[in-house]
């Protein structure tokens, strides 16, 4: 049997699990929570350096080489176009040229729901300049389309609002989103627990990113030990096929001959 | 005299120094960073050419944790 891999832009990865590196406590608790959860693309945030600060704090990119992880730069607290592909520009210049990123551009600070206008416009300008662009969108299968038809290389739909923790609420969206496009489609954001992930992957969702999950559970580091094995799980179900859903068996697991009367 | 906005903070300097010296008065060399300059990327192999001009905006970024 063939290696079961998600390929992203040409590249295989043998983890379907993708990982933020924010709201944990310390980088201690975020490299371990990365180590234990075996992903290997994992998001980070593009910010001011302080000014003044001890400049001899720890940097996450010593803690999270680019040498070992996928790093994969976010446009999280952008609101227009504009501002995602400077966002994306500087990551870009940061990482020695490195072009695979997550286009994210958001609609309002409360729901932190997509903005799909700005978001289309945003990935047209960084497809045309080589990004290689990971989209964090709606569960909109029209958008999720023209996304693709853009040049974006995975669809990333929220399952539920960013770290609302309330799982897949429309899992008939990201079916109609998996039917129409080609490229990996990959839940971003609502994933609470375990259960949740393993859903979006027997959905047939090619993998799942998540962070509050993780970052906010009582024992992130134990939590993402259970996302890494729930995303397997997951994976393995839908691989082997789930048997149909019926209301009555009226064929139980046990032979119905050879009974003792 | 010049002034420069660096991360929105008003800095000002006696001579037009360097992109590089600038970082190094900041303890900055060296450090995984990216700098835009009035809204353009500088690439690092400028910073020692690139001289500071009065009213330049400088945004100096790092990698932080994020979703």
Redesign the interface.
Known sequence: MNKDTLLIAGKSYNSRLLI?????KDFTE?QAAVEVSGAEII???????N?GQN??EP????ILPPSKYT?L??T?GCYSADDAV?TL???R???DGHSLVKLEVLGDPQSLYPNVVETLAAAKTLVADGFQVMVYTSDDPIIAKQLEDIGCVAIMPLASL?GSGMGILNPWNLQLIMDRVQVPVIVDAGVGTASDAAIAMELGCHGV????AIAAAQQPVLMASAMKLAVEAGRMAFLAGRMPKKFYSASPSSPTSGLIN | MISVSINGEVRQFDNPISVATLLEQMQLTGKRIALERNGQILPRGQFNQQLLADGDRLEIVVAVGGG
């Open positions: 933020g590196t924010g709201k944990y975020t998001t980070i945030a593009i910010r001011r350096s000014i400049p001899n940097n996450l990119l010593d790093l730069p976010n999280a400077r520009r500087l990551a210049e940061l990482l960013i990113l998540m962070n509050t």
